[in-house]
């Protein structure tokens, strides 16, 4: 008579072998690139698309005298990150965003949530 373990697990040696070869076998190592696949939709795809809509918004709306000045480098949580070349154009830039320009920007775009514009200079735009 077979004790009270033997109707767990396979009955076949060879079986039992396999599921033991299962537990203590490593797995081959993955070096293909398919884990790239996710992380550029998630850090270059996705914001690249975020971006397009407003590009044609932004050089639509901004004088072509400031926004060849500016760089849209973000959009983040509803806030849009822009560089600018100088502290010059900062101070025009963020006057005509006082003026209204920042709610006709916002009512323009047809993509994701804008709520914010936030500037920064970069000198080496």
């Known amino acids: 008579m077979p004790g009270p373990l033997a109707s767990f697990g396979p009955r076949d040696p060879e079986e039992r072998l396999q599921r ?8 081959e190592r993955d070096e293909s690139l398919g884990f790239l696949a996710a992380a550029f939709q998630r850090e270059v795809a996705r ?7 407003l590009v ?11 926004a060849g000045r500016t760089r ?7 806030t849009l990150s822009v560089a600018v070349d100088s502290s010059a154009t ?13 709610v006709e920007i916002i009512k323009a775009n047809r993509g994701p949530a804008l ?3 936030r500037l ?3 000198s080496g735009l």
Do not use: C, M, Y
Not at 47 to 53: D, M, V
Not at 72 to 78: H, I, K
Not at 90 to 102: A, P
């Open 20 to 27: 033991v070869r299962g537990f203590r076998v490593r797995p």
């Open 47 to 53: 914001p690249h698309k975020q971006l397009a809509g």
């Open 56 to 66: 044609g918004v932004w050089n639509e709306l901004v004088p072509p005298a400031v």
């Open 72 to 78: 849209l480098e973000s959009l983040t949580r509803g």
């Open 90 to 102: 900062l101070d025009v830039l963020d006057r005509l965003l006082r003026g209204g320009l920042r």
């Open 115 to 117: 709520r914010r514009i």
């Open 120 to 122: 920064r200079v970069d």
